[in-house]
Structure formats: C-alpha cells, structure tokens
C-alpha cells in the first residue's frame, strides 16, 4: 500500500479528480462507463458547472464536493460519493436531484426549458442487500409498463462499490471500480489495469499526484480534521439531547409516580373518613340499640314492680276479707309458701 495513501472514494479527492478542467476526459469516460453498462447512448462533452478551486475549498469547509457538469444535450449530470448513511442513501439522493432540478429555472423561463438532471452515486455500502448487481438504474416508468415512461427527466444510478469482488473487469465501468477499489494499495492490479489503456495511466498519474501535492494535500487535511471536529460536536450535541430527553423522561415519569402516590394518598384518606364515618354510624346505631335495652329493662323491672306489689296487695285483700292461705293461693295462683312469705311481710 502506498504510504501516502488517499482512499480513491474521497469526496475531496473525487472532487479533485473529476472536477477539475484538465481531468474532463476522466470524468466523461466515468459517465459514459454508467451509460454504456445501462444501456444508454454515450455522450461526447462535459463542461464542469463548479470546477476544482483549491482556494475556494481552502476558505470554505463547508461547500458540498459532488462534481456537476452539462452535457451536449444541456442535461446536468451529478457525481455524488456516499460513504455512510445506508438508511436515508436514497432520501439523500433524491433530495439533491431535486435541488438541482429546481435549481435549473430561472425568473421568466417555463416548465418546459427544464433539462433532466442525471444522479450517479458511488456508494461505499450495499445498499440493496438481497441482489449481486453492482449497478442500479432508475427512471420514472409506469409501476405495471415498463415500457411506457413518463419523463426522461429523473435518471438514478447507484454503484455499489462492496459488492465487486475485484475478479472481472471486461467492461469499462468494472474498470472504475477496479480503480476505486484499488488504487493506492495493490500496485499489480493497478499495473494490469492500467496497461495499454490511456484513460488509467492518466487516472494513475493523477492520484499519485494527489498524494505528493503539499497544497492539495494541506488543504485536505485541513478539511478531514474540520470535518472530524464537526463530526465530534455532532456526536456530542446528539448525546446532550438523548440525555435531555432522558433526563425529560426520567422527570416526567417522577412526575406521574408523584400524581399516582398524591391519588392513592387521597384515596386512602378517603377510605380512612369513610371508615371513621362508617365506624361512628355502628357505634352510634350501638348505643342507641344499648339506650333502648336499657329502657326496655328498666321499664320491665318497673312493670315486674308493679304487677308484684298489685298481686301483692290483692293476696293481704283477700287475707283482711277471711279467705284463707290455701284459698288465696288457688285464686292468684301463687304457691302456698309466697301466700304466706307476703302475709308475713304486710
């Protein structure tokens, strides 16, 4: 591997690569390497909407290094490196066509100057798993007819640069990939992709002078470490709000166990005056039951006093008349001994 090895995938190197005025030969053997394996006609120029301007890079970190160019028909063409994000790839892509489509018009023109915008991502994942195809292409087409195509205006390509295996490259697009994968890092694959073919010698000379241009290469250090920084501030903003959110959920839980403790401490205290209530009800309907015995009884007591004194009187009546114990006895139905116990007693 070289030492001063670049990944040929880089954005910035890309951009370096297929976007500057003097490397337009490699960046139209590229597309029409997409086209051909398509099968969609070649095309004979570009011109380069954004050149490579390495000052430009320099003072803005920020600028966007997919490589735009028109074509002889007036059709943008755009080369997009896709290194991470496998599930918004196609989200991601879609949208930037979108902006370049819109982006065509201008105040005063029609619907119809708009020109189709071609998107060509070279993706460093697979993203369509459950096939082996390197090379998707997409066009807006009646979901049940193929064949029959609403515009030419949407035209997608998706290489997926893990699933070439390095073994075959018979056409020129698999030549790209063999470049792309191996450039920088197996000196004799590049060897025999580069003999007798022009269009890679050049391809080799100029990232073998990528990596020894001191002001390319300040520049693209520079960005890398920008980029890392973004990256970690990123990372670091994303991790303050999980925890916020964690933290918003953690009290907003707290705050339902505080709810649900105050309404069963409420129903508790409800149940405790309804069971006091319930309790002084019982003793209530106690003491009064208790009152009435008690008033029952004494007047009982009061009633066996009385029907015992009048039994009473009338045994001494009927004594003071001459009728005798036994007399008396059969008459108020008294025994014998209480006729006598009450006449001792008067």
Known sequence: MNKNYIDPIDNFFIRYFFGSEENKDLLLSFINSVFEDAGFMKIVEVNLKDPFN??????????????????????????????????????????????????????????????????????????????????????????????????????MHFLELPKYDGKDFHNQLRKWFQFFKYEGKEEEKMATLAKND??????????????????????????RKWLLEQASLEEGYEMAQKELKAAEARAYKAELERIEAEAKAHKAEVDRIEAEAKARAELNEAEAKAHKAEVERIEAADETRQIKEQREKSVRKLHKQGMDNSSIADVMGLPADEVERILATG
């Open 54 to 155: 390495l000052k430009k890079l320099k003072d803005d970190k920020e600028t966007i290094l997919d490589v735009k160019a028109v074509d002889e028909f007036g059709r943008t063409i755009d080369v997009e490196i896709q290194t991470s994000g496998k599930g918004f790839a196609v989200s991601k892509s879609l949208y930037y066509w979108a902006q370049l489509f819109c982006s065509q018009l201008k105040e005063g023109e029609k619907y119809w100057d708009l020109k189709p915008v071609i998107s060509i991502n070279l993706i460093n994942f697979k993203l369509f798993d459950d096939m082996d195809r390197i090379h998707t292409s997409f066009s807006l087409k009646d979901y049940k007819d193929p064949n029959l195509k609403l515009s030419d205006h949407l035209q």
């Open 198 to 223: 022009p269009i890679f010698q050049k391809a080799r000379r100029v990232y073998k002078h990528f990596t020894i241009d001191d002001d390319v290469l300040e520049v693209y250090y520079a960005r």
